[in-house]
């Protein structure tokens, strides 16, 4: 009787990457639904678009390395990586933007360095800064949300928007447009206005800016959903949070009227989105248990320098990038100890 040979592992685990890529997908749907509540459907356009190109694009390197796209498409993580470039980015964008942010992320930032498992950097942020450096003036054209505009974009304004440039008021971009809430910020302060004044323009909601805090709400449950499925750990996204609460505590404490609270900080820009859905990147992050508690602590702290004192208002892609270039020498430094081993004369 012949019994078939197989190499291990024999016993295949209920969590691959499809199923992860789809379970972090799943959990991003609150999120982007709230941002298409407050910011209309142009974000629903740029989804369309980001995830089209990047189904393009990478079928087009994988067939070019002679190998089968199919396998590459369905695991989902250029799908993912078209979704979080997506919802970052400003919801009328011209089209052909989205399209180069997202074919930088595929091809250069993550196929080029052999695909999934391989790249040393998070596609999407990588495609997100490459759109920030080149197009300033359009990745800063936010829409009003539309608790603070009274009305929505349509899909059809939005659509003439992104593809013909044409402004979806008959008065032009500066109707519909305005700075987010830390870059309104960033301003003020700047004309030496105290936040107790700051804070009195409309934009501002309960805790953060109108609809902006809202949506990170839900970034912030989808999180907690990863967690509960267990598709990402712990250590990243609270030492993230925390060492950014911490910071802007200490600046709140010392002098309010210059340094905003921790919660706007929490519930402003990409913090809840990055915390969550881009610093556990698995590929990119830290992998050691003490790393990931590191790992996470800087990127809190970079975000908080950056956005305080650097030349950007939001700072989650460069905090995110600059440490995904730290994470290996991270892991080299927190591996933990063998069971049984004894520490070598450098304390490894």
Not at 294 to 321: C, H, K, N
Request: proline share 7%; net charge neutral; with cysteine.
């Amino acid at each position: 009787m012949e019994f078939p040979v197989a190499s291990s592992p024999h016993l295949q685990g209920q969590n691959d990457v499809q199923r992860v890529m789809a379970q972090v997908l799943l959990a991003l749907v609150p999120g982007i639904a709230a941002l298409w509540w407050y910011f209309g459907w142009g974000v629903i356009v740029n989804l369309g678009l980001a995830s089209l190109t990047a189904v393009v694009c990478e079928w087009l390197v994988i067939r070019l390395r002679g190998r089968d796209p199919r396998p590459v498409i369905a695991d989902l993580s250029g799908l993912l990586t078209a979704w979080l470039l997506a919802v970052a980015l400003p919801p009328l964008l011209p089209w052909w933007q989205t399209v180069i942010g997202t074919a930088f992320a595929i091809v250069i930032a993550k196929q080029l360095f052999g695909g999934l498992g391989h790249n040393p950097f998070n596609p999407a942020m990588a495609g997100y800064a490459l759109l920030l450096v080149s197009f300033p003036a359009d990745m800063i054209r936010w829409l009003e949300p539309s608790v603070l505009g009274g009305h929505t974009v349509s899909l059809n304004a939005a659509w003439q928007a992104i593809f013909s440039g044409i402004p979806p008021h008959p008065q032009g971009w500066d109707a519909v447009t305005g700075a987010t809430p830390l870059d309104h910020l960033r301003t003020e302060l700047s004309r030496d206005h105290m936040i107790s004044e700051i804070q009195r323009a409309p934009l501002w909601g309960y805790f953060g800016g109108k609809g902006w805090e809202w949506v990170g709400t839900w970034y912030l449950l989808g999180g907690l959903f990863l967690l509960w499925r267990g598709v990402i750990g712990w250590r990243t996204p609270a030492s993230m949070l925390g060492s950014l609460l911490a910071a802007a505590g200490i600046f709140w404490l010392i002098d309010p009227e210059i340094h905003p609270s921790p919660i706007f900080h929490l519930f402003s820009g990409a913090t809840l989105l990055g915390a969550f859905f881009i610093a556990t990147d698995p590929v990119t992050a830290s992998t050691t248990p003490r790393g990931q508690l590191i790992y996470g602590a800087l990127i809190g702290l970079l975000v908080y320098v950056i956005r305080t004192w650097g030349g950007y208002p939001d700072a989650v892609a460069f905090s995110v990038l600059l440490m995904n270039m730290a994470a290996p020498t991270i892991d080299h430094y927190t591996q933990p100890r063998v069971f049984g081993a004894r520490e070598d004369a450098d304390g490894r």
